[in-house]
């Protein structure tokens, strides 16, 4: 504000308490390295204000508040980047803001923290199949303990410029009357959504839960369902309330849902069955990508989601375990079909693997379309049990696991010692990436100018 004031665009800090203004961008040749800025400013020992004859400098017409926060996005290996333009470690000093500004420093339109200390850019906008849990993103700043800066393999994305782009208005169906979907829409995270709700937050939500589709009330409400009705369309104009966490944007109205499809197709698994195949943990039989589908996880679901990720096999295991892969399960591997009866969560009729038993399939080749809107009710009826911890058991085989977030094909999966004929044992209760919350439908010191 100062520099401002005295008609000065580029300011810089030095020494904790120093404040210098110029109207000439510094040259590129006198950058120093971040961590050399390491000293604590007088007014705010959180931030940093610059060092021993290093000035920590800013644009003052540069306007930080368009950066907008995205969400908490996976990687799918540190061979695998999301973000693959510039990167930069800022141990002992990373910021969200420190980030932001060393990404637009270099021309780009994103943003992205992990690990405490890694920053990422890209031009390339993260693709909403590709949020994580935002509880994932819990690692602390180095620079700041009161921000995040993404975590093992997740980043916390931030847009630069905030240029509004909705990446999932294609997936738009329509504003849907609610009072018939108590039986079919699931409520998520209410608290969460308050502040952040937006079409791109709630569509990759209900996404990675495995739900086809995803809807909005209220400006700051999500829901999931298998299946809506076409009979409770209404006109769109009815979805008129703005997204808390984007007032460009309508996030469904009184009573009036904002729905989107979550693009998870819906072709048939019948047919395409090669049969139940041995895992282990050292080495994956289908070891392209692991998904948790908690509540909804069948075959059919499975295979949808690897057809639409470009694999060729799709696997259930444990019940609730999808796996995608490319290479074909060898022959030798192939155990009875008896091995893979642990029942689906998402349709108990259906089987779902066992105990390093994959059931697999062959996704098919060609597109996968969009289903038609579907005019009857879901196979299975979703109610607030959801937010009870789900337990598996089986008149054949179960054993015994642990709790298992999200996993890529990098990571190893814990697994119990012990062989699949084992008498039944309970499962304990999967805890990881459940809802917070399933609510009730309610739903300075400044000082003489000076040269550079």
Known sequence: SYCKTKGMRYFGLRNSYECFCSIERPSFKKIADAPECNMKCEGNPRETCGGGLRLSVYDSEEDFSTAKYMGCYKERSVTARLMTGASKEFRGTLTNQQCIQFCRDKGFSYAGTQYSFECYCSNER????????????????????????????????????????????????????????????????????????????????????GYRYAGMESGSSCFCATAIQAVNKVNDLQCNIPCSGDKKFKCGGNGKLSVYHTEISDQSEEGRLLGCFEDSGSRRTLSGLEIVFEETNTPRLCLNVCLQLGFKYAGVQYGYECFCGNRPPPRELEKPESECSMKCPGDRSKMCGGGWRLLIFNTGSGSSPKPAIVVTQPAMTLTAAAERPYTLTTTTTTTTRRPSTLLMNSQTTWRPPTEPNQQPTQQKPWDNNKPEDLSPWDSNKPQQQSPW
């Open 126 to 209: 993260p693709h909403f199949k590709s949020a994580a849990n935002e509880k994932d993103c819990n690692a602390k700043c180095d620079g700041n303990e009161d921000e995040n800066c993404g975590g093992g393999l997740k980043l916390s994305v931030f847009d630069l410029y905030d240029k509004s782009t909705d990446h999932v208005y294609s997936s738009f169906l329509g504003c849907y009357e609610k009072s018939n979907y108590q039986r079919n829409f699931l409520p998520y995270d209410e608290d969460y959504f308050k502040k952040l709700l937006t079409p791109e937050f709630c569509v990759g939500y209900c996404y990675r839960r």
